[in-house]
């Protein structure tokens, strides 16, 4: 495999068998992520987009296929090995930030880095600083607003400096003023920190400040666009 593909999706297909039922969730879907590259996922509700980001992240296992994440096939990891690999090189952003509320906002970054090797780890504050909350570093969830709260999650994921953040629909809670300022940050740190993003939205607004924008409908790539100039996120309207 290229040296500067982070992710590699194989001819990955994920079937939910529920008793009798069976849910053909993604279908032989193939796609290649660049390093450095922020990629939005689009499509319908019911299109498969949380099915491919979890595959992605190791919280879940393709029926057939091949995933190489980072250099590591985790297509048939055991649960073990599934999770060292989420520890070690993914971060996840979600739509309901999914803070623990009786932790403070540095609590909350640091229990993420507990589990990550000292050498890689970040300082908790100067993360929270990166995303502007260095002064709110003391708060708990519930004295921060959503934008706030979800600014700890992305502090939260970013701390163990992973190669692969995920967002699942990250600006899904948020009035348009805040999602476009998290959109910001987001474009921002992956430029500095040259990892990829991965977002999943059906926002397709949103796709403009992707550099690839990747759709899907009922389990299937209907196409892959790149864009020449992604837009500043600034200039999006929705
Ligand atoms: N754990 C599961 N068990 C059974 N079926 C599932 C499961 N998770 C998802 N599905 C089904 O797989 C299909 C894809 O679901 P997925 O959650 O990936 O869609 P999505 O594109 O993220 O939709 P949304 O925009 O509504 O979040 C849907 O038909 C869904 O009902
Ligand atoms: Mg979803």
């Given at each position: 495999?290229?040296?500067?593909?982070?992710?590699?999706?194989?001819?990955?297909?994920?079937?939910?068998?529920?008793?009798?039922?069976?849910?053909?969730?993604?279908?032989?879907?193939?796609?290649?992520?660049?390093?450095?590259?922020?990629?939005?996922?689009?499509?319908?509700?019911?299109?498969?987009?949380?099915?491919?980001?979890?595959?992605?992240?190791?919280?879940?296992?393709?029926?057939?296929?091949?995933?190489?994440?980072?250099?590591?096939d985790?297509?048939?990891?055991?649960?073990?090995?599934?999770?060292?690999f989420?520890?070690?090189?993914?971060?996840?952003?979600?739509?309901?930030?999914?803070?623990?509320?009786?932790?403070?906002?540095?609590?909350?970054?640091?229990?993420?880095?507990?589990?990550?090797?000292?050498?890689?780890?970040?300082?908790?504050?100067?993360?929270?600083?990166?995303?502007?909350?260095?002064?709110?570093?003391?708060?708990?969830?519930s004295?921060?607003?959503?934008?706030?709260?979800?600014?700890?999650?992305?502090?939260?994921?970013?701390a163990?400096?992973?190669?692969?953040?995920l967002?699942?629909?990250?600006?899904g809670?948020?009035?348009?003023?805040?999602?476009?300022?998290?959109?910001?940050?987001?474009?921002?740190?992956?430029?500095?920190?040259?990892?990829?993003?991965?977002?999943?939205?059906?926002?397709?607004?949103?796709?403009?400040?992707?550099?690839?924008?990747?759709?899907?409908?009922?389990?299937?790539?209907?196409?892959?666009?790149?864009?020449?100039?992604?837009?500043?996120?600034?200039?999006?309207?929705?």
């Open positions: 495999m290229e040296d500067n593909i982070t992710v590699l999706l194989d001819r990955v297909s994920k079937i939910y068998r529920m008793g009798e039922v069976e849910v053909h969730a993604l279908k032989e879907v193939s796609l290649e992520v660049h390093r450095g590259e922020f990629i939005v996922i689009l499509g319908p509700s019911g299109s498969g987009k949380t099915t491919m980001l979890n595959l992605i992240g190791g919280i879940d296992t393709p029926t057939s296929g091949k995933i190489v994440v980072g250099g590591r985790i297509s048939r990891l055991s649960e073990k090995e599934l999770t060292a989420r520890r070690e090189t993914v971060g996840f952003v979600f739509q309901f930030f999914n803070l623990i509320p009786t932790l403070t906002a540095r609590e909350n970054v640091e229990f993420a880095l507990d589990l990550v090797p000292r050498e890689k780890r970040g300082s908790a504050k100067e993360i929270l600083e990166k995303v502007g909350l260095g002064d709110r570093a003391d708060h708990f969830p004295q921060l607003s959503g934008g706030e709260q979800q600014r700890v999650a992305i502090a939260r994921a970013l163990k400096r992973p190669p692969v953040v967002c699942d629909e990250p600006t809670e948020l009035d348009y003023d805040t999602g476009k300022m998290i959109l910001r940050l987001m474009r921002d740190i992956a430029t500095e920190e040259r990892c990829n993003f991965v977002v999943v939205t059906h926002n397709s607004a949103i796709a403009q400040m992707a550099d690839t924008v990747v759709k899907l409908h009922s389990g299937e790539i209907s196409s892959i666009t790149r864009n020449e100039k992604p837009e500043d996120p600034e200039n999006l309207v929705w």
